[in-house]
């Protein structure tokens, strides 16, 4: 069953519709964050041509993620990354039968309301992109289409789930190839969520109040997710996920499912690699399987990875602190 | 007796389905266990199977793979009963057919003859909630919630419309076979689910 926290009656982008004479309701918290549940255990790849989305979709792909470059090559690129354009979004959404979904900067709301339009199934409001705004993100209780938010900590989902989002992937840092970010960011919020829980059971109001200050969100929302002990929303991990036992790696941390972004299609591998990271999504807790799906894979084929430490360009820290 | 219920849990919301069939068990006070299956093992000791709600492409690779889709054929062909949701109505039909792309060569298991279409409704802008009833197997209200849903267009002489949105069939039966378009366990009404877990114990005694 689905926790329905944070639910706002006054959302514009719920809408009363009809079938005919059948009465009907679009864009409830429940069609929205019930998508992303459908993609649960699965890989979401981040794809740039209909040849990627139809890999993706063949290696048995949850959805694909169109952009206009892979993140490893927006890094090399520089200058100002954008939404992907929308003719090859189309030509994408009617060439595989998966969800499509597309990136729009952070805090460009005309940028996603262009994506609602072209009718992509999620829209990710990504630091991958340059953000438009450094001090706001998008309303998204405003939106039909469900959104999917970046967050490092606890607190940056709970802040992005009140703006409504109805998806979280923990950022990582993408275009590395280097897991070592999306470990360290679902470490925490897993850490955080066993802090607030244990306040929670303890009964110590006083202290969810603290840590809803602290977080700079409603009480209301500490204390869902501190009584569920886990998010309200569907939680993937990206950034840097590049092998098999990588996106093994994450689904043993207790993740919803995976992101994968310049770590198929910038290998030369492409195909095969793109095969046995779903495997490995999915049989995670069968060690042999996972040998099996990293023996698919070549290493000398895979994305030459980048030292975090060294990066003039951290992903991650772009957009507003709030 | 007590009844093993499995969740498939390959991919899609398994979690989900657990929680509204340990509810059922629950409230209808039965002897049970419900628990995420996901190997040709697990599945061949099972009184009772819910195909989730996820993606049906991957679902069907997947389970090719491991060889659970073969021992779950085996199984509801002899009777074993059956809950297919959304994707999992997918994979109990004997073909599908996308609205845009046309027919899919996926991998099914080919249990139900009907004619399905897949993201019959529109992409996730239009997936939507609504009142349906589902009246032969006694639950007259019932909010369907429709995600990227498939429908079923046609179907044979051995099954049963359970329940039609509009012109669009959303829910059949064959048998111990159910498949519904839409996802009873993302809401708290857990009668389609009750209603599964008595058919599984009817059939284990």
């Known amino acids: 069953m689905l926790p329905l926290s944070g639910q706002r009656l006054d959302a514009k982008g719920i809408i009363s519709d009809k079938i005919n004479s059948v009465e009907t309701l679009r864009g409830s918290s429940t069609v929205k964050r019930g998508f992303a549940h459908m993609l649960k255990n699965g890989v979401v790849m981040d794809v740039t041509t209909v040849e990627q989305a139809q890999i993706a979709e063949e290696a048995g792909a949850v959805s694909v993620m169109v952009l206009d470059k892979l993140p490893s090559e927006v890094r090399k690129a520089g200058g100002v990354a954008r939404t992907a354009s929308i003719r090859i979004i189309e030509d994408i959404m009617n060439s595989v039968t998966i969800p499509v979904m597309a990136k729009c900067r952070i805090g460009h709301v005309n940028e996603a309301l262009v994506l609602q339009e072209t009718d992509v199934d999620m829209i990710d409001e990504s630091e991958v992109l340059t953000p438009a705004d450094e001090f706001h993100h998008i309303w998204k209780w405003d939106f039909t289409t469900p959104v999917v938010n970046g967050a490092r900590s606890l607190a940056e989902a709970l802040r992005r789930i009140e703006e409504g989002a109805s998806m979280i992937r923990t950022k990582g840092e993408p275009g590395t190839g280097n897991v070592a970010e999306a470990v360290t960011h679902i470490k925490k919020v897993n850490d955080e969520l066993r802090t607030i829980k244990a306040i929670y059971d303890s009964g110590d109001n006083q202290d969810l109040v603290r840590i809803a200050r602290e977080f700079k969100v409603s009480y209301d929302i500490v204390q869902q997710t501190a009584k569920l002990g886990r998010l309200p929303v569907v939680n993937f991990a990206a950034g840097g996920i590049a092998t098999p036992a990588d996106a093994a790696y994450l689904m043993s941390l207790g993740c919803d499912g995976i992101f994968v972004g310049s770590g198929i299609f910038n290998a030369n591998d492409a195909r095969e690699r793109a095969r046995a990271i779903v495997l490995a999504t999915t049989f995670w807790n069968e060690p042999d399987k996972v040998k099996e799906a990293q023996k698919m894979i070549d290493e000398r084929q895979s994305m030459i990875g980048l030292d975090v430490k060294t990066l003039e360009l951290r992903m991650q820290d772009r957009g507003s602190s709030l | ?205």
Do not use: W
């Open chain 2, 1 to 205: 007796m007590s009844i093993n219920v499995g969740v498939l849990s390959i991919q899609g919301d398994v979690e989900e389905n657990i929680l509204s069939a340990k509810a059922a068990i629950d409230e209808l006070k039965i002897d049970g266990k419900v628990a995420e299956v996901k190997t040709p093992d697990e599945i061949s000791s099972l009184d009772g199977l819910i195909i989730p709600g996820g993606e049906s492409t991957t679902i069907g690779a997947l389970s090719l793979v491991n060889g659970s889709l073969k021992v779950m054929k085996d199984k509801i062909e002899n009777g074993m009963p059956v809950l297919g949701i959304c994707a999992g109505m997918i994979m109990l039909s004997k073909t599908a057919s996308d609205r845009v792309i046309g027919t899919t060569n996926q991998p099914l298991l080919d249990i139900l003859d009907i004619t399905l279409e897949r993201n019959s409704f529109g992409r996730q802008k239009e997936s939507f909630e609504a009142s349906i009833s589902l009246d032969s197997i006694d639950i007259p209200k019932f909010n369907g919630v429709f995600i990227r849903a498939p429908s079923v267009s046609g179907v044979g002489s051995d099954i049963e419309v359970l329940s039609k949105l509009d012109e669009k069939i959303v829910a059949v039966k064959k048998g111990n076979v159910i498949g519904t378009s839409f996802h009873p366990e993302l809401t708290q009404d857990i009668s389609l689910h009750k209603y599964f877990v008595s058919l599984v114990q009817q059939q284990a005694n």
